[in-house]
């Protein structure tokens, strides 16, 4: 484009300001997830009813950000969701669907499962006894969640 400005879905004009206020904050850079995580795990565990020295959003990080975003940027693991290989040659099926609650879909579970134990014990909302029922009712279920049978 004209000026050098890359393509972007925000006009400059916007761009300019959006770049402002995050320098005003001194934000410029995302911030770190993995000091986030470890922070949530210094208060939170204890609050949710976690054994002491469970990490669970540090242990949601390492499995999301760290195996599962090989899925996401370009790798070669990335390749494993759409490539089939036959005995003559090795296809590639961008039209293949992942079973539900396989992979990172499945980790998602876990982060919002984390996000309503965190909205319960800080406002109450949703009640504890209907996150832990949701969760027991998944727990009966993992068979049919890896891709077998129902188990109850």
């Known amino acids: 484009m004209a000026g050098g400005w890359p393509r972007t879905a925000i006009d400059r004009r916007s761009g300019s300001q959006l770049r402002a206020n995050l320098e005003r904050r001194g934000c410029l850079s995302p911030p770190n997830l993995y000091q986030r995580a470890e922070q949530a795990d210094a208060y939170w565990p204890p609050r949710l009813g976690f054994r002491d020295g469970e ?5 949601t990080y390492n499995i999301i950000f760290r195996h599962s975003s090989s899925r996401t940027h370009a790798s070669l693991q ?7 290989t036959t005995p ?24 919002f499962g984390l ?3 965190v909205s319960s014990a800080a406002t109450g909302f949703p009640r504890r006894d209907s996150v832990e029922r949701i ?5 009966r279920r993992p068979a049919k969640v890896d891709g ?3 188990s109850g």
Do not use: C, K, W
């Open 88 to 111: 003559e040659h090795n296809v590639i099926s961008l039209d293949r669907v992942d079973e539900p609650l396989t992979g990172p879909l499945r980790a998602i579970l876990t982060v």
């Open 78 to 84: 990335g390749l494993n969701d759409v490539l089939e």
């Open 148 to 150: 077998g049978e129902q």
């Open 115 to 117: 996000g309503l134990m």
């Open 135 to 139: 969760y027991s009712t998944f727990l």
């Open 55 to 59: 990490t669970p959003f540090t242990d």
